[in-house]
Nanobody, 122 residues
Framework: DVQLQASGGGLVQAGGSLRLSCVASGFPFDDYAIGWFRQAPGKEREGVSCIRSTDGSTYYADSVMGRFTISSDNARNTVYLQMNSLKPEDTAVYYC???????????????WGKGTQVTVSS
């Protein structure tokens, strides 16, 4: 079974950093698109960042460009989201998800993991 386990959330002050991890299992870690999404209370889910294994391309939402970095470690079947210069508006539950069928970065993902809470205090 495909499984995604997100971790690394927590409470941090504005301007601080966190690194989220998404450990994947149940599929070959060489043909995927893995994305990070977030959902704040009362708001719609939004895509934050995504990485494609096929060409290493990465995508970022405008709101996190220059502050967040997505990367992958194929040896560990893990995708990371390094979050720097965090702002209170980054507070949300963060989810990782994978697209194995079309291997494109979009809102249409095939499998979702449980989220990890990120709270940024002002």
């Amino acid at each position: 079974d495909v499984q995604l386990q997100a971790s690394g959330g927590g409470l941090v002050q504005a301007g601080g950093s966190l690194r989220l991890s998404c450990v994947a299992s149940g599929f070959p870690f060489d043909d995927y698109a893995i994305g990070w999404f977030r959902q704040a209370p009362g708001k719609e889910r939004e895509g934050v960042s995504c990485i494609r294994s096929t060409d290493g391309s990465t995508y970022y939402a405008d709101s996190v460009m220059g502050r967040f970095t997505i990367s992958s470690d194929n040896a560990r079947n893990t995708v990371y989201l390094q979050m720097n210069s965090l702002k209170p508006e980054d507070t949300a539950v963060y989810y990782c998800a994978v697209n194995l069928i079309t291997v494109v970065c979009s809102d249409v993902m095939d499998y979702w993991g449980k989220g990890t809470q990120v709270t940024v205090s002002s």
